[in-house]
């Protein structure tokens, strides 16, 4: 089981990081959810991976063994987060695609024009 979770963990990272890299605005997003998914799964397996064992302590069986809830509990906080992140992302990309008709996210060069056309970036 431990071999499964390590192996979607780097597949989620690499297909994460491949997506981060691209230059388009919602492939971007893509990745960074991919990249929070395999954080999260990490953070959940740091607690350690067990089967059908209770979160809780139970006072009338104290030799029974349980999982540690704070990894639980710190993916769920996690989880939170990053849709509310996502939602942030997804939004200001949309506005950015309504006004530029583009989800092409262009790094100025140093002298002040664009990338790929030429254009001399405009400010407002």
Request: no cysteine; net charge negative; proline share 6%.
């Amino acid at each position: 089981m431990e071999l499964l979770v390590a192996s979607a963990i780097g597949v989620l990272t690499a297909g994460g990081v491949y997506l981060i890299l691209r230059l388009r605005a919602f492939p971007v997003i893509l990745g960074l959810s991919l990249l929070t998914y395999a954080v999260n799964i990490f953070i959940f397996s740091s607690g350690g991976l067990a089967v059908n064992l209770p979160p809780i302590l139970n006072k009338y069986a104290p030799d029974q063994a349980y999982t540690d809830p704070l990894p639980q509990a710190l993916v769920l906080t996690a989880i939170v987060i990053s849709f509310g992140m996502t939602a942030l992302l997804v939004m200001v990309a949309l506005g950015s695609f309504l006004e530029a008709d583009t989800d092409a996210v262009d790094v100025p060069d140093q002298d002040g024009e664009d990338g790929e056309d030429g254009k001399r970036e405009t400010s407002r």
